[in-house]
């Protein structure tokens, strides 16, 4: 049974990510690179909770480091 556990989760670790989520790293990323919170925020939903501190957040960090 270890074996079998060992062999799946050595497989799902050296799977390649899906492409849309590759898609959406890089966009993300991009939109970091580019000071751009607002992009960035389009990956998420508003309604989400928190949505409002992580922009906050992302806003400071933004402000105060290059990325």
């Known amino acids: ?6 062999v799946l989760f050595a497989a ?3 799977a390649d990510p899906p492409p849309d989520v590759l898609k959406l790293l ?9 000071n751009d919170t607002q992009s960035f925020m389009a990956a998420f939903d508003r309604k989400m909770p928190g949505y409002a501190a992580l922009r906050d957040q992302l806003d400071r ?6 990325v």
């Open 1 to 6: 049974m270890r074996g079998a556990l060992l």
């Open 12 to 14: 799902i670790a050296l």
């Open 26 to 34: 890089r966009e993300e990323s991009e939109a970091l690179v580019m």
């Open 61 to 66: 960090l933004l402000a105060a480091h290059e």
